[in-house]
């Protein structure tokens, strides 16, 4: 008996083993279980990011989840510039035992305007810790190039997970449209929600850096699936003793624990919070483990691109609601997730960061 129930035990604290692999999102699962492993059926994905402290931990769930392939990883300039934000990748990648490439994408917006942003996450947008330090270097070929090739030789199995700014997708439909339309899903960690945002009052971040090339993601008929600010609650943020029960775990937990040390300071300076939300690896968490995403709603979404107080907002019309202003649309293939497992989103990540 005592063996059956250790066996059980042991069984519920299994989360995922380490490698390039990943599992399928699917039914709810109870909010307070760690969220496992279920479908083998493997998964291909490329992940878009402008790399920070929670790109990072979203590119250590893909890494280290089963039965997902990370075909590559395409970077953009977002949190920090292109080049510091390929070598956080790269780093990233290393420290989580995976070799997938990394390819170079945009250094600027989609119009080459600059909207003034400033990096949370300190200057290197990882916690500026001298973590940054890796032995391998971006591929040669173009982030836009690898993406059209990746998903023309493999038409509707290839999802693409955008956790920054979406210039590089909307480069890559401008240049390749047809292709782009055999994406079997697209996955962004941006809009508020249903939510506010943080970038401003009313946009998130992602989108408010490059509004105008999320206009063109939202606008080519593609499927979208966003993980807005709203689903990102208390239950998943991580306070600074958090991060430092976490880091004692090994390296990678340590890693990741410190890549955060300037967005709790930012928080507490800026917004007199002693915890901090990981956005992208909330949705990475929505992505990949079975039964964290438990609804969303469809869609038909409007990016607004006015240089005014509204620029990035994304005005959300929901499908079967009736407006009092009478406006319907034809499409909506926006969706938008509403209801997850979060609180199972804290427990999970921090076994997932232990060391093998």
Partial sequence: MRKSIMAL??????????????????????????????SKEKRKIIIDT??????????????????????????????VELEQAVNNALMTLEIAGCDAPVYKGASATYTGKKRETFSVYGKDGMGDNDLIHPTRKA????????????????????EIVALGPVTNLALALDKDPETMKHVKRYWSMGTGGFGTGNASPVAEFNVYHDAEAYKVLTESGVPVTAIGLDVVTEATT??????????????????????????????????????????????????LWDGYLLETKACHASVMTEDNEAYGQVILYQEGFGYDNGVE????????????????????????????
């Fill in 50 to 79: 402008d790399t920070a402290g929670d790109d990072a931990v979203a590119m250590v769930i893909a890494a280290k989840t089963e039965n997902v392939e990370i075909l590559g990883v395409t970077v953009s300039a977002g949190n």
């Fill in 139 to 158: 591929e040669d070929k173009s982030a836009v190039d690898f993406i059209i090739e990746t998903v023309k030789a493999d038409p509707d199995e290839v």
């Fill in 238 to 287: 991580f306070s600074k003793d958090d991060f430092d029960k976490a880091a004692q775990n090994g390296e990678l937990s340590s890693f990741v624990s410190k890549s955060f040390a300037g967005l709790l300071q930012f928080y507490a300076e800026k917004r007199g919070l002693k915890q901090v939300d990981i956005p992208d690896g909330v949705a990475m968490a929505c992505v």
């Fill in 329 to 356: 649309y034809d499409d909506y293939n926006f969706s938008v997730a509403t209801k997850t497992a979060d609180n199972s989103f804290k427990k999970t990540l921090i076994e997932l960061l232990k060391d093998d």
């Fill in 9 to 38: 035990l042991l069984a519920a604290l299994t989360v995922f083993s380490a490698g390039c692999t990943a599992s399928e999102s699917s039914a709810a699962a109870e909010n307070s279980q760690i969220i496992t492993a279920g």
